[in-house]
């Protein structure tokens, strides 16, 4: 049959995700450019980045270095595999990685999203157990509240209800810590909340409820951020790596946002110094720019694998795209960009402004609470009555129509921009949301 015509501006057969397709078909919001903080829209408009993408453009967009390294190695070679074969890249990133991680994080597992590393991180801790030995501990924990991805592990893990309620039992045996979002006591905070850490004792009711031999493993966001930006309350994070220790449960930190310099620090494992581990990443590994994740894991949990006769397939587990050489590339070159410019360091230089320029949105009839870290922030506000959500989508859409991009996520607006951003920009973007709070009813 011959091809019909097709053309770039018939919006129907692209199946768009987590979008309201027919909403956004109506009246599309097209990005066709960018460049350092900034988007362009087809017209040439020009939109100022306050998402760096998805979480994920950390340095910026078209950082020449980066797109060099991908340019030359699309030429040099296209695809390897690593399944019982390997190539330069693959090693080098890993050994880069598992530097910069420190301490014994340091072996590297390549995926290609964040939902596959978190998959990832699941089946290993899973596995880990049963190499030992330990073959009962088979359940996982994760956290209301929790955005793991898409995966049938991260979903199960995972607790936002919409990303669940469609899909089916999901995975057995999972359960969930309570989330640690306490508006009545921590609104408004700048930094960790100073109210929560018992939050953590829900896992010793788990382990009460289940036994802590029926237990592999609890993965958390360090800071939750698709769910609205929840930073964890003051002692939290060391709290729950106790109960963990005293259990013989891995501790998985979702580090697919806080990584990478998110938090003024290369990953939340240093912002908060408590180890995990396993730490699952994506996103600014490649400054969003080829897709890539990956998961490290601590020494010993690899090493526990390579214990049966060296001929043997150690890990039933990987990708035809894991450590693909152009993310490879991408990633090795964004590493050198995020060092050249002290990207980590800059943006924790930034933290005070950033914080207070959004906390000065307090005080706005509509805005009930603004939590912010590192270079993350969310404003809450209050929903309209009988129609959840639709403030913050009106609030999204008025900055975007005035040249700022934010996400919204339920009622909460959240920003995180490239680490690359500037003071008068911090300023603007929050000005213009500022602007839209007021005049969206
Ligand atoms: C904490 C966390 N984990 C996992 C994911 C899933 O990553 P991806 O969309 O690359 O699969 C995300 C995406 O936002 C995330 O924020």
Same mark, same amino acid.
């Given at each position: 049959?011959?091809?019909?015509?097709? !053309?770039?501006?018939?919006?129907?057969?692209?199946?768009?995700?987590?979008?309201?397709?027919?909403?956004?078909?109506?009246?599309?919001?097209?990005?066709?450019?960018?460049?350092?903080?900034?988007?362009?829209?087809?017209?040439?408009?020009?939109?100022?980045?306050?998402?760096?993408?998805?979480?994920?453009?950390?340095?910026?967009?078209?950082?020449?270095?980066?797109?060099?390294?991908?340019?030359?190695?699309?030429?040099?070679?296209?695809?390897?595999?690593?399944?019982?074969?390997?190539?330069?890249?693959?090693?080098?990133?890993? *050994?880069?990685? =598992?530097?910069?991680?420190?301490?014994?994080?340091?072996?590297?597992?390549?995926?290609?999203?964040? !939902?596959?590393?978190?998959?990832?991180?699941?089946?290993?801790?899973?596995?880990?157990?049963?190499?030992?030995?330990?073959?009962?501990?088979?359940?996982?924990?994760?956290?209301?509240?929790?955005?793991?991805?898409?995966? $049938?592990?991260?979903?199960?893990?995972?607790?936002?209800?919409?990303? &669940?309620?469609?899909?089916? !039992?999901?995975?057995?045996?999972?359960?969930?810590?309570?989330? /640690?979002?306490?508006?009545?006591?921590? =609104? $408004?905070?700048?930094?960790?909340?100073?109210?929560?850490?018992?939050?953590?004792?829900?896992?010793?009711?788990?382990?009460?409820?289940?036994?802590?031999?029926?237990?592999?493993?609890?993965?958390?966001?360090?800071?939750?951020?698709?769910?609205?930006?929840? @930073?964890?309350?003051?002692?939290?994070? #060391? &709290?729950?790596?106790?109960?963990?220790?005293?259990?013989?449960?891995?501790?998985?930190?979702?580090?697919?946002?806080?990584?990478? *310099?998110?938090?003024?620090?290369?990953?939340?494992?240093?912002?908060?110094?408590?180890?995990?581990?396993?730490?699952?990443?994506?996103?600014?590994?490649?400054?969003?720019?080829?897709?890539?994740?990956?998961?490290?894991?601590?020494?010993?949990?690899?090493?526990?694998?390579?214990?049966?006769?060296?001929?043997?397939?150690?890990?039933?587990?990987?990708?035809?795209?894991?450590?693909?050489?152009?993310?490879?590339?991408?990633?090795?070159?964004?590493?050198?960009?995020?060092?050249?410019?002290?990207?980590?360091?800059?943006?924790?230089?930034?933290?005070?402004?950033?914080?207070?320029?959004?906390?000065?949105?307090?005080?706005?009839?509509?805005?009930?609470?603004?939590?912010?870290?590192?270079?993350?922030?969310?404003?809450?506000?209050?929903?309209?009555?009988?129609?959840?959500?639709?403030? =913050?989508?009106?609030?999204?859409?008025?900055?975007?129509? #005035?040249?700022?991009? @934010?996400?919204?996520?339920?009622?909460?607006?959240?920003?995180?921009?490239?680490?690359?951003?500037?003071?008068?920009?911090?300023?603007?973007?929050? #000005?213009?949301? &500022?602007?839209?709070? /007021?005049?969206?009813?």
């Amino acid at each position: 049959m011959p091809e019909a015509p097709v !053309s770039p501006n018939d919006l129907e057969p692209f199946w768009m995700p987590f979008t309201a397709n027919r909403q956004f078909k109506a009246n599309p919001r097209l990005l066709a450019r960018a460049e350092g903080m900034y988007y362009y829209t087809p017209e040439g408009r020009q939109v100022l980045d306050g998402t760096a993408g998805l979480w994920c453009c950390n340095a910026g967009h078209g950082q020449p270095k980066v797109v060099e390294a991908i340019q030359k190695q699309a030429a040099i070679m296209d695809f390897a595999p690593v399944f019982q074969m390997g190539h330069p890249l693959a090693f080098e990133l890993a *050994g880069r990685l =598992a530097s910069l991680m420190g301490g014994d994080l340091d072996h590297v597992f390549f995926t290609n999203s964040g !939902s596959e590393s978190v998959d990832t991180a699941l089946k290993i801790a899973l596995a880990y157990h049963r190499v030992r030995g330990e073959g009962t501990r088979t359940r996982l924990i994760g956290r209301e509240r929790g955005y793991h991805g898409v995966g $049938f592990g991260g979903i199960s893990v995972g607790g936002m209800v919409n990303n &669940r309620r469609f899909f089916g !039992s999901l995975l057995n045996g999972v359960d969930h810590l309570r989330h /640690t979002h306490l508006p009545h006591l921590n =609104a $408004f905070t700048k930094g960790q909340p100073e109210h929560g850490a018992d939050l953590a004792d829900d896992l010793e009711r788990l382990v009460a409820l289940h036994g802590a031999e029926t237990i592999a493993a609890v993965i958390v966001e360090p800071v939750a951020g698709s769910t609205g930006v929840l @930073v964890p309350p003051k002692g939290y994070l #060391e &709290r729950l790596r106790g109960i963990c220790d005293k259990h013989g449960i891995l501790l998985i930190f979702d580090e697919v946002i806080t990584g990478f *310099g998110r938090l003024g620090t290369a990953f939340a494992v240093d912002k908060f110094g408590v180890a995990p581990d396993l730490v699952t990443t994506a996103k600014g590994l490649t400054s969003g720019t080829v897709p890539m994740g990956a998961v490290f894991a601590r020494k010993g949990i690899y090493d526990a694998f390579m214990t049966g006769p060296e001929s043997a397939i150690e890990l039933f587990h990987g990708y035809t795209y894991s450590a693909h050489p152009l993310a490879c590339a991408a990633a090795l070159a964004t590493m050198e960009v995020y060092k050249d410019l002290d990207l980590f360091n800059r943006a924790a230089s930034l933290e005070a402004h950033w914080a207070d320029t959004a906390h000065s949105l307090k005080g706005l009839d509509a805005v009930i609470d603004i939590r912010t870290l590192g270079l993350i922030a969310g404003v809450e506000l209050a929903p309209r009555p009988g129609a959840p959500g639709a403030r =913050a989508y009106d609030v999204f859409l008025k900055c975007f129509n #005035e040249g700022v991009l @934010v996400r919204y996520t339920g009622e909460t607006i959240a920003m995180s921009p490239p680490l690359i951003i500037e003071k008068p920009q911090i300023d603007h973007a929050f #000005e213009v949301l &500022r602007d839209a709070i /007021t005049s969206v009813a």
